[in-house]
């Protein structure tokens, strides 16, 4: 299954904010991008891919709400995952000034914390959701959990209770 079975060249550029010619197709079709949206969607249940083949399979007009909430969480996580992927080389090929001699596009300084914190933050709610559309299609597999960490702190006494130093 190629990579625009799950998701478009446009949509990847459009979670990361940046054009065609920053960001050519020909980059985003090699296969690494496909192995990694394979992988991603493994880790949130080893059955999913299968299941989107299956569920994309059917018609739109057909699928029950279930089934096409599920496709459209795929489609979606597939496009971020990628996208978070690419976060990392973002001011690389993300040029900051663009001219062609008549007209100019110039970004802010800041924008790429921005764009880095929108496509994580989108990218660990859609991984849970995917996680919950594919638990309500397969009740049997396991649901993805996340862990939540609990901090604690202490401060020393001021004095030492022996010596009162």
Do not use: C, H, W
């Amino acid at each position: 299954m190629p990579l625009t079975d799950y998701t478009t060249t446009d949509e990847i550029r459009a979670a990361l904010g940046v054009s065609t010619t920053e960001l050519p197709d020909s980059i985003l079709l090699q296969p690494q991008y496909l192995t990694l949206a394979t992988i991603e969607m493994e880790e949130v249940n080893a059955g999913i891919p299968a299941l989107y083949t299956t569920v994309s399979a059917i018609p739109e007009g057909t699928r029950t709400s279930v089934q096409q909430r599920f496709y459209s969480l795929s489609r979606l996580f597939v496009t971020y995952a990628i996208a978070r992927n690419l976060l990392t080389s973002l001011p690389l090929f993300s040029v900051q000034r663009l001219t062609d001699g008549r007209a100019e596009f110039q970004r802010q300084a800041d924008v790429f914390e921005d764009v880095r914190l929108g496509v994580n933050g989108m990218f660990n709610s859609l991984r849970l959701k995917l996680s919950i559309a594919n638990k309500l299609l397969t009740p049997a597999d396991s649901l993805y959990s996340t862990t939540a960490f609990s901090y604690t702190v202490s401060i020393g006494l001021g004095l030492d209770p022996v010596t009162n130093a």
